[in-house]
């Protein structure tokens, strides 16, 4: 059907601009096959069904129906175009007709229209051997393993019943009403097994300092006076007396730091030290993970600097939507009710994105980058190492590899897997040949600083 | 009455499609004009020369349904031959 194509790149957009012709005698024919084929199940007042001659159609819906035929012979002669040369529009973006242009087909002309469409971007990779690259230097500290060690203990720690005097820190549940001056409790101000942590102020009437000394069961009335520039308006600057009684009294017990919590925790430790060692294995492979990422950040930045690529408009976009969607899955939030609290902010949605571009325009780009190093290293992932990864991902989550590959196989994982893979062999390649200066010394919290 | 008022619309259906091959056009047209007006006006807003001319007075339906019953309007339909071989042209494939 395409009589004649005429392809031109657009560089500095990354669009290629398709200008295609279609003979006279193929508009026509198009036309006339949907006149016919209307013609067959049109219903016109006067006409049994299927008996509206095309004349009449004709003359009715004509204009109508050439513009449909117009846009039958687009798609035909698009796909068909498109079949045939290499550059093929992205799955992100649709070829959009040039604006003004002219699409009610005329039988006396050939039938011309151009479209633009998002192509794959032409990657112009600079050199990505042989770099040097900043790496900083991370040491494990004993301060570092002492704060593991202290979550560990804060997690396993019990809540107990506690007898004696409540004391700083202790899980206390009160009853407590207001009184008047002749000690009568004021109705309806009573609330009853309200449970809180003494000390850290989050009591309406602030008494945690007062029930400090209460044993079990006993009642206090207390008198409060509160200052005016107290939290809480309706109470600043009045008196109120206010009876409290601890009804249980719990406090949390802080296992000791021995071999038998080691043990608790999991049973693979027989020691203390067994216990540190671990957390020590552990902390230091976050942080050669981390560093690692880092220096391969530095590196992409390197090879960046270096290239030159066009990110297409269409790419950008679909990546900021997708970072939108993740934005609102992290947050668990509707999308509404996330334009509301942008709205309330004088912001749209737009001014985010505006904001994330930059971002998003070169984590693409670097991802670009990867894939073109990947097609010129000719990296491949073999059958073993995909089952190696799946292996390690499958007793991390206590599946049965078999069972685990074979979801990754229904969802369509496995080309991710794959993705992986690769991009893992390519950068350890890579490294190995990237000259890696030591940076700066930076602390173990540091790194994860400004992690996105 | 005047030469605008006299033809209403054509009548476009199966048939007058048939009867046009034959050189029979068919017209509504207003109630009060007669045969002569209908050729007359047929004349001077085609620049045709009619033949002859039948006329026929449509009675309306009687509908029931929803709504009160009742009938839809009456009209006259008018059947204009014209000489061998003449056409009107903006009727073709009307």
New interface residues.
Partial sequence: MVHEKEIQHLNETSQVKLRITVKKEDVKAEYEKLLKNYAKTAR?????KG?V?P??L??KFGEDIKIEAAQHIMETALSEVFSEIEEKPLATDIPKLEEGSDIKPDFERDFQFTVTYDVYPKIQLGSYRGLEVEQPVVKITEEDEKRELEALVEQNSFVVEKDGEASQGDIATVNYWEVNDEGNEIPQSRRSDYTFTIGNGQTLFDFDSDVIGMKKGETRTITKTFPSDYRIAELAGTTKRISVELVTLKEKKRPELNDELAQDISEKYKTLDDLKKDIRKRLEETAQNRVRAITIEGLMDKVLAQSSLVVPQSMLQAELEHTWQHFLEQNRMDENVVLRILQAQGKTKEDLFKEWKPQAEKSLKVRLLIEEMIKKEQVDATEEEIDALIKEQAANVSMQPEELRAYYEKNGYLESIKHDIKEKKLFDALLADTKIVPGAEVKFVDIFKGNR | MNTEQIIIEP????K??QMREVGKYVFKVDKRANKYQVMRAVRELFSVHPVSCNIMNVKGKPKRGRAQPGYTASWKKAIVTLQKGEKISIF???
């Fill in positions: 016109i007042d006067g006409f049994r008996k001659p004349s009449v004709e003359r | 009548v476009l259906t199966e007058t499609n073709e494939g009307a």
